[in-house]
């Protein structure tokens, strides 16, 4: 039995006329405003935790000023006399 020996040889085509060109696929004014909008969208939703939680405060504090025994905090109403 002879050894023998096999050689493959794989090669691709050269590309002669390959362009390269670069382009803004993502300008970066878009990138800013994707920044800007996903700041807001955090910094809204906390304004409006904020806003929660400061009405949740107040019903507490008109519930307690409402009191019977708070009798020198109530304001009388004007009704007018037709």
Do not use: C, W
Not at 6 to 33: K, R
Not at 46 to 53: D, P, R, T
């Amino acid at each position: 039995m002879a050894l023998e020996e096999l050689h493959v040889t794989i090669a691709m085509d050269e590309e002669d006329d390959f362009v390269h060109d670069e382009q803004n696929i993502y300008p970066i004014s878009s990138l800013m405003g994707d920044i800007g909008g996903a700041a807001g969208l955090f910094l809204g939703l906390n304004v409006v935790g904020i806003l929660e939680k400061t009405g949740n405060v107040l019903q507490f504090l008109l519930i307690f000023v409402k009191r019977k025994d708070a009798v020198f905090l109530d304001v009388p109403t004007f009704v007018p006399q037709i």
